[in-house]
């Protein structure tokens, strides 16, 4: 550039314009860069967001069966609560769980190592591990960058100490096995 106090001639604007397209080249692929990044990230971090929740769901439905209404622990009913509900929040499938492995897996592991307990006679902690999945990488792909694994992990722990004082005892003492149904009151009655 030609300080002379006069306007730059045509040779002078072209050879400028010329630097000015490289640096604009090359900071649109680092902000393409990082703009696949934040949202291949952001696919991972929602994958990973529903997959805590599936293993949260599993194991207090696990837990929430594993008993029933007896003393005896029944681990096919609790296995078979724990693989619906991530089913039903995380699309598992059969195969999955059959392929699944967890090294975390708690002391007793009646089908697959990624729904243990913590005893084989009287477990009062289930531990749910869901299948690990691979979340592809939508943009980053063409940088190199292939996606990552993730799972989620959740124990859901059972007290079985003594019974409760009823506090409110609409229903009667003891326990009762209301389950996610409703309980109304109206003048004394039960509905």
Known sequence: MVLTG???GPAETAGEAGAVAIVVAVFAVVMFGLASLVVDLGIARDTRRQAQNAADSSALAAAQVLYGVGSTPDFAAATAAAKSYAS?????????????????ALSYSPTTSCISFDSATTP????????ERQVASFFGGMLGYS??????LAR???????????????IGTGWHNLQNGYLVVQKGDIW
């Not at 039903?88 to 975390?104: G, L, Q």
């Open 6 to 8: 006069r306007p730059a």
């Open 88 to 104: 039903a929040n995380f699309v598992t499938t059969a195969a999955e769980w059959s392929s699944c492995s967890s090294t975390a």
């Open 124 to 131: 009062n902690l289930v531990q749910i591990v869901v299948p």
């Open 147 to 152: 996606g990552m694994s993730v799972n989620a």
């Open 156 to 170: 859901a722990t059972l007290n079985r100490g003594t019974r409760p004082v009823c506090s409110f005892c609409v």
